[in-house]
Structures are given as C-alpha cells and as structure tokens.
C-alpha cells in the first residue's frame, strides 16, 4: 500500500497548474421572485475539498470570493421556506459565475451527503439506501435527543428503554444495535470501555446541541467506516459557521418536568478565511416517567476552520456531554407461566409497581393476569456519564485533482454506575461505586486523485489505539478491583469512484483490511490474575469489500441502484479479557484469540421522481447474514476441559442469523406549503439456532415498521406538523423467557410561529405534544412516557 501512494505522488499527469481563483455570485429569491435576506448558502466541493458558507443580504444577494477551480455544489436554506435542490457549478479559471436559487418551490427536497460514498454528492446521485435528517425539520420537531430525530427513519429501529436520558438502541435492518456505527463528522464515535464497545454506551447522552443534519446510511459500510459498520451507519453533521455573525438562544418546558436550554452561534471574519460555530444544550428532567427517574444532560459542540491558503486548511472540532440519571432494576418474570412457546406480555399494574418499589415482597402483590413486572425505580442506583471528541483535519488540495488530508480524533468516555441497599428485591449489603473509562486515539490519512470527471479515487492509512479500564469499589470488606487493557490496529482502505454518461452510470468499489496488536493486560490484585506472564500472538486480521453501482434513466426520472459487501466488527476489550472479580477470585469470560463478527450483505432498488420534481418514490430489497459472530455462551459448549483457557463460559465464536426484507418510502410536495412522506419496512429477522426452546425469530425486531408525515406551512410565518410512527409486536427477554410486547402507535403534533423583528431578527414560539394518543407502552419491559406536551421560544438574531 505504502507503494501505492508513492506511484500517485509521481502521478504528474494528474498534477493540473494551480487554476486561478474565480468568485460566485448567488441571488436567492422566493417563489414570487421577491429577494431572500438571511439565506444561508453553501458551496461545497465535490471532492471533498473547500467547503463555505455565506448569507445573503437585503438584496437576497452574497459573493464566493477566490474559490479554487473545480465543480461544486451549491445550495440555499432560510427560515420559513423549504431549502433549495443542490445545483452543480463548474468553476474554471479567472471568472464570474452567477447562480440563481429559488427557495419554497413545490418540490420534494434533495440533499447534499458524505456518508454514502465518503465525498459530497446530492442525495439524487447516491448508489446507496440514504436518508437525511436536515437541522430545520429536527427545529420544527423540537426533537431534544438524536434518538427522537430518527424515529420515522426507514428500516432503523430506534429504542428507548424508558424516559428521557434512559438507554438508546438503534438496530439497522433488523440487526444487532453493535451492528451500527454512529460517527460525528466522519469519525467513529464509540465507548472502548462497553461491552461490545460500540456506540450503545453513549447514545443516550447525545442531545440536539449544534446539528447541521444527521444521515442514515443502511447496507454494509466497513469497508470505508470499519468496525461496527455491518448493517449501516448514522453520521452526525455538525454546523460549520461561516458566514456573517448569527446565532439563536431558545428556552422551553413542558411535561416530566422537562427544562431545555440552548444556544447556538456562528459566522465568519476575514472574508470567511476564519468560520466557527459554538452551541451549547442543558436539559433537565426533573420527574420523568412515574415521576421518579429524574435526569438531566449538559452538551456541547464547538468547529473552527482556519484558511491557512487557497490551497490548505485547518479545522479543529469538539464535542462533549456531561449526564447523569438513574438506572431502574431489570424487568421481571411473574405469576404462572407456560414451560415454554412465547408468552403474552402483560404488565403488572402501575399501583402494584409502587407498592413493590415501596418495599411489598412480591409474593404479596396482586398479579390477576399480569405476566411480568415492568423494570422498578431503585432509589439509590444511578449513572453518571461524560464523554469528549476532539479532532484535527488538515487539508491541502493543490489543485482540483489532488488533495491531501490528514486527521486525528481523541475520543475520550466515562460511565461511574453507583447502587447502595435501598430500592425493592436484591440488593447489595453496601454502597458501591464501579468505574468504566474507555480512550480511543485514531489518526488517519487519506490522498485522493481525480481523472476528469469520469474516475474518483481514494486510499489512506489508519492507525487507532484504544484502551479500556474498569474499577469496582465494592462494600468495605470485600478487596477493589481495577484492570486496564489496551490494542493497537493498523488499517489501510481504498476506494474508486467512475461516472459515465454523464454521470447517468455510477460505479464504486471499496476495500478495508484491518490488523490488531494486543497489549499485556493489567489487573489488580495480582494474586490469580489471569494471563499472567503470558504473551499473545496477533490476533486474526478483518477484511471487507464493497460495490455499488447506480444507472438513471433521466427522461422518466428512474434510478436503478444496487449494493453488495463484506463488514464486520472489531472484538472488544472486553470480550477478548473480560474478567468477573468475586472480591477474593477472579472468572475468565474473555478470549484473546476471538475472530471478528463478519456480515455478506446485498440490497437492490429503484427511486422514481415524477411530477416535475414533486414525488419521489423509493423501494429496497436487503438481505443480510451474520456469517460468524461472538456470543456470551453459559450453555455448557465452553468447557474447563478443553477450553484452552479453562473456562467454563464465555464469549465465543459461533454462526449468526440472517435479516432480509424491504423498504419503502414516497414522499410527495402536493403543494408549495404542504409536504407529505411515509415510510414502511418490513424485516424477517432470524437465528440459525433457536433463542429459547422453539423461537428462532430475532429478539426485539418488529416485522412491521411504518411512518407517516404531514407538514403544512400555513404562511410565511405558521408551520403545523404531524408525524405517526409504530410497528407491529416484537418479541423480548424477559427473565430468560420469550415475550411478546405489543409494538409502539406514536403520534407527535405541533405547531411553530415564527415572527421577523428586522433584517435578521425573530422570534419563534412553538409547542408540541407528543403519544398524542396516550399508548401505555412498554420497550423490552420499561415503562415509556405517556402524553406530553413542550413549548418554548426561540430568539434568532
């Protein structure tokens, strides 16, 4: 690989002379004609290159000044009217190029994108299932948590294990939650100290703070994202700044004892040579569901680009979260049960959960037909997490055909889990405090080549260390406990990008291998330690690959697409050392050697666009197997015996199951002020071997998931929306029995008034109600919330 980059680096052909600057003149107006003021427009390189953003001023007018040559796209958002399709502008040499923009068009919108094949392109050109969730539609949602933005996303399962700041699952097409990468900007966020080391640690303290779009990528995505890319990936766009000074500080509050505020600012000086953008979110529940699981979360985001040359920038990112809540006890079996099949999920009244959370043995509880306890409040048993990424990028582009780019993340996570002997059943003789902290440091590079426009290509180098450290301070008499492991990987990737006819045909092709290193691990006490004085070989490497392709038939407006690939998921720490301390011995789970989950993937589909632009319609097909993965195994199939490390249980490699099913979405403009979408999925989820005697069906995956949505703007200044979301009945475990839950009927309302106090200036007032129906609804066992109602206002300046 190392070869490779030298042959490009003496590619001169691909070395064009350094072009000379050329500006852009962008006009925006309404759809009478009328100037905008205060638009936000965007120029963004469609390779990876120079990204800008400007406003418009009184006359709906702003200028690019000294843009590199190359072809960009560019596109406009105001408040009060639907953003404009993406345009691509050729820049070539000393020139001015005028570009008109016409906001509040009845059409349905289109995007621009990076996660689906790593560049820029308009939502119109992927290969790929994508679906984008722009910062107005999460504004006029007023959606609090990333969680609430995704809801009505097509084919991602989002699930919340009770109310505001409880634990967040997101599951791609009918897959496992570690089988979804969640990045911010890019980079892999994710918690080395969590048991699959994945997202799921910190995906409930991820609050709306300083969002620009979230975008949803399903099908495989290793071969460019890595690890924990097997069935999609959900990537967190934030603000870039730019442009002149504006910001925006809101405050609202409603049922559960809900109090947010948030504040937001960003613009640009020296001619846009410097852009920053800074928000900061607190939200405080004060009640939450029952009103005993109190939480509350403080956030932050921050971006500064610096324009070192026409040619090279830097840009620094932060982003970091502070919460804590309270962990409610495992949902429970109760009265007579079947020996087995699936049983009916019947919840334990709400008065005979509190008389069990009041100290009631549960022996004395009134059951009548009741089939499980819903998880109970525990007084003393609580969570505190932070989390902080910081990233560096470097980027150098010496001409529109060449560019360079070098990055570095510091991603850093804490979770302190305390309990104590209050609350109802099991609980501990004393206090106890036990500490998860995880470090990852990634730095990659990556150098791409342009041949005209017909081919696109990539390849880089990454290098990522990660540890992980627990530390248990268990009652007084027992002995502390503390372990630290760490790994080192080396992973090099390429892809390559071809567009013929136009660009009507698309072809890409990706490649990824990664290889891993493993430290010594460190655990205290010393005294029986396992793998002491032992050294480990290096364990087995991942490999993935993946290809897309794309035809458009532009006179019907019909796009055929296809994708197929390899992924896979990384072992964590703690399934490779993972370790259960007594107070006096320890029992090994972990297994140094575990090879890495791997997935085959395939979906195909067609997007049609008719009606001028107004309706667009999407089907896909998507077939997905586990082809090995790792299981926590009691079963008895680990044995002292003959493991190699004598354990009796464990993580293991073993055969997955397999999720196919299709997808479908339409969304239709059926006027300039009213837009209508709905989604529906259908997922058949299953394992090779049955979960429980007799049920083979994947835990916790709904066959049926549907979206509709309704949004009118009533005027310039009054918009109404209604979302309804849910899915069919799913099963679950409940004390290591299938259960049958009832699927969610979510319906969310709302209305934003926003008025213009100058130029620039407004306030907006809005209020939403969300389980507008007041569904009693329990997820895998946890009570959710029922009706509740926000408002708040917003002033923008």
């Keep these: 690989m190392n070869k490779l ?67 960009y796209l560019i596109m406009g958002e105001a408040p009060g009217f639907d953003a404009s399709r993406p345009q691509t502008v050729d820049l070539k040499g000393e020139e001015l190029s005028d570009v008109d923009l ?19 392109q308009s939502t119109d050109e992927v290969s790929k299932a994508l679906t984008v969730v722009d910062g107005e539609t999460i504004s006029l949602r007023a959606d609090k948590s990333l969680g609430e933005a995704l809801l009505d996303v097509p084919g991602l399962r989002v699930q919340q294990l009770g109310g505001p700041g409880s634990t967040t699952y997101f599951k791609v097409r009918g ?29 409930q303290d991820l609050v709306i703070t300083n969002t620009s779009q979230v975008e949803v990528l399903r099908g495989s995505g290793s071969s460019l994202y890595g690890t924990d890319a097997t069935g999609g990936v959900v990537n967190i766009i934030t603000d870039e700044g730019g442009g002149r ?19 937001h600012l960003a613009g640009g000086f020296d001619h846009d040579r410097v852009q920053y953008s800074v928000g900061i979110t607190h939200w405080n529940v004060m009640s939450g569901v029952d009103g005993d699981s109190p939480a509350r979360n403080t956030s932050g985001q921050g971006q500064l680009t610096y324009r070192l040359s026409r040619i090279a920038s830097l840009s620094a990112r932060i982003y970091t979260g502070d919460s804590f809540s309270f962990v409610r006890l495992s949902p429970r079996s109760v009265g007579s049960l079947p020996a087995t099949g699936i049983i009916d999920a019947v919840a334990v009244s709400l008065s005979e959960e509190h008389r069990y959370e009041s100290g009631t043995p549960l022996s004395q509880l009134v059951l009548g037909g009741a089939t499980f306890l819903p998880a109970a409040y525990n007084s003393d048993s609580t969570r505190a997490g932070r989390f902080f990424t910081g990233a560096l990028r470097f980027t150098l582009r010496p001409s529109d055909r060449l560019g360079f780019t070098a990055q570095y993340q510091d991603l850093s996570t804490t979770r302190n889990y305390g309990d104590g002997p209050a609350g109802p059943g099991s609980q501990p003789a004393g ?25 696109h290509f990539d390849a880089g180098y990454e290098f990522e260390s990660e540890n992980f450290q627990n530390r248990l301070l268990p009652p007084v008499a027992a002995s502390d406990f503390f372990t630290s492991v760490t790994q080192r990987s080396n992973a090099f990737f390429a892809q ?38 032992r050294t480990f070989s290096a364990p087995p490497t991942a490999q993935t690959g993946d290809a897309s392709t794309s035809y458009t038939l532009r006179r019907s407006g019909t796009k055929i697409r296809a994708h197929a690939g390899r992924s896979y998921r990384a072992p964590s720490l703690f399934e490779r050392f993972g370790v259960f301390f007594s107070g006096s011995s320890y029992t090994l789970y972990g297994d140094p050697s575990l090879r890495p989950d791997r997935s085959s993937s395939i979906d195909g589909g067609v997007d049609q666009t008719m009606w001028n632009s107004r309706v667009r319609l999407s089907g896909t097909y998507f077939y997905t197997r586990l082809n090995e993965v790792i299981i926590f195994d009691t079963s008895g199939a680990i044995n002292a015996a003959t493991d190699p490390l004598g354990r009796n249980g464990g993580y293991r490699n073993t055969q997955g199951g397999i999720a196919r099913g299709a997808e479908f979405s339409a969304s239709v403009a059926a006027t300039r002020s009213l837009q209508l979408t709905g989604t529906y ?26 979206s509709m949505t309704a949004t009118q703007r009533f005027s310039a200044r009054l918009t109404g929306f209604f979302v309804f979301s849910g899915s069919s009945d799913y099963l679950a475990s409940v004390s ?30 809005y209020g939403k109600a969300d389980n507008l129906f007041n569904q009693t609804y329990f997820e895998n066992g946890f009570r959710t919330p029922g009706r509740t109602l926000t408002g708040g206002t917003q002033f923008e300046f």
């Design 431 to 455: 206090s106890s405090l036990s500490k998860y902290l995880g470090e990852i440091q990634t730095a990659n590079g990556r150098l791409d080549a342009s041949w005209g426009k017909y081919q």
């Design 5 to 71: 980059f030298i042959r490009l680096l003496f590619c001169l052909p691909l070395l064009a002379p350094l072009s000379n600057a050329a500006d852009v003149s962008v006009r925006v107006v309404d759809s009478h004609h009328a100037p905008i003021a205060g638009a936000t427009i965007s120029l963004i390189s469609h390779n990876g290159g120079e990204n800008r953003n400007l406003t418009t001023d009184v006359s709906g007018t702003c200028r690019f000044q000294r843009i590199a040559a190359g072809q």
């Design 496 to 533: 390559d990008q071809l567009h013929f006819l136009d660009g009507r045909l698309q072809f890409a092709g990706a490649y990824r291998v990664q290889s891993f290193a493993l430290d010594q691990p460190v655990f205290q006490p010393i005294a029986g330690a396992p793998f002491t004085g």
């Design 736 to 765: 290591g029995r299938a259960f049958q839950f009832k699927g969610p009927a979510r319906g969310q309302a709302g209305l934003s008034y926003r008025r213009p106090m100058g130029e620039f200036r407004a306030i907006r007032i």
């Design 681 to 706: 999925t259908y997922t058949d989820a299953r394992q090779q071997t049955p979960l429980v005697a007799g049920v083979w069906r994947t835990y916790e995956i709904p066959q049926h998931q549907y």
């Design 175 to 203: 897959l496992r939650n570690t089988d979804t990468a969640v990045l911010v900007d890019g980079l892999r966020l994710r918690d080395a100290a969590g048991t699959q080391a994945d997202a799921s640690g910190v995906l």
């Design 245 to 263: 000074t504006r910001g925006s500080v809101l405050f609202d509050g409603g049922s559960l004892g809900s109090v947010r505020g948030m504040a």
């Design 102 to 120: 016409a906001l509040g068009i009845a059409q349905v919108r289109s995007s621009v994108t990076v996660t689906a094949s790593g560049t820029p």
